[in-house]
């Protein structure tokens, strides 16, 4: 096929959609999407990454680079911790380009599985102290676009529950 050929095909109707298909379904950056959902601030450090999705700190930052690069996420950073051995200072989200694309996806639906998942993985005391740690603000829009209601557990059990 000649170089022609190929930016042909590149232009046509479903490129956007293979091309995003492309991103969204590797399997490192499936997972990482997958785990961003599912944490309670949508925001996670390198190392929490690492733990929830069980990739090495080189492939996670590998696929962090090519869904920034994409528009789809963002690193955000949160100054006061800078510095502080303990504390990450350095986390990643997702853009308002990222939550359209999941919304357009339905990727929002499982918000609450992705929650439910999360919240039930045993993490270290490590890893807790870094979904502890204070974080920056998501931007209004995306931050709006990952909420969803939680389930009220006493109204599903008729309260029956001690």
């Known amino acids: 096929m000649s170089e022609t050929d190929t930016g042909a095909a590149d232009a046509g109707p479903f490129a956007e959609q293979q091309r995003l298909f492309k991103l969204l379904s590797q399997d490192t950056r499936h997972l990482i999407i997958q785990e961003l959902l599912g944490h309670p601030a949508h925001l996670m450090s390198l190392a929490e990454l690492e733990y929830m999705t069980g990739k090495s700190q080189a492939a996670i930052k590998d696929q962090l680079e090519?869904?920034?690069?994409?528009?789809?996420?963002?690193?955000y950073t949160y100054e006061p911790s800078e510095g502080k051995r303990d504390l990450p200072s350095q986390f990643y989200g997702f853009t308002e380009r990222g939550v359209e694309v999941l919304h357009?996806?339905?990727?929002?639906?499982?918000l609450p599985v992705a929650?439910?998942?999360?919240?039930?993985?045993?993490?270290?005391?490590?890893?807790?102290?870094?979904?502890?740690?204070?974080?920056?603000?998501?931007?209004?829009?995306?931050?709006?676009a990952l909420e969803f209601d939680e389930p009220d557990l006493d109204a599903v059990d008729g309260g029956t529950n001690p």
């Not at 090519?66 to 690193?75: M, S, V």
């Not at 439910?116 to 931050?143: C, G, M, Q």
């Open 66 to 75: 090519t869904l920034i690069d994409a528009g789809f996420l963002a690193r």
């Open 104 to 110: 357009d996806y339905k990727y929002l639906r499982g």
């Open 115 to 144: 929650r439910a998942l999360y919240e039930n993985t045993r993490k270290t005391e490590k890893i807790e102290r870094h979904e502890s740690a204070p974080r920056p603000e998501l931007p209004d829009a995306v931050a709006e």
